[in-house]
């Protein structure tokens, strides 16, 4: 498992982004691509970010 430090930057006036070094991302184990829409929640300290099943998908196509 990789592990890096990274930083949470403020993206407007309503949200922000969390940079992923690419060092993660071009690891083999990383799990998403470019612009896949993700579901992101909050469980106790840690947010966890998830693929999208399958279903949610395709009622978005």
């Not at 691509?33 to 106790?44: F, L, P, Q, S, T």
């Amino acid at each position: 498992m990789k592990e890096k430090e990274t930083q949470i930057y403020k993206f407007g006036r309503g949200g922000a982004c969390i940079y992923i070094p690419m060092d993660i991302f071009k690891d083999s184990a990383f799990p998403f691509e470019i612009n896949e829409k993700v579901r992101m929640r909050i469980d106790g300290r840690k947010v966890i970010i998830e693929k999208l099943k399958e279903e949610a998908k395709e009622g978005q196509a």
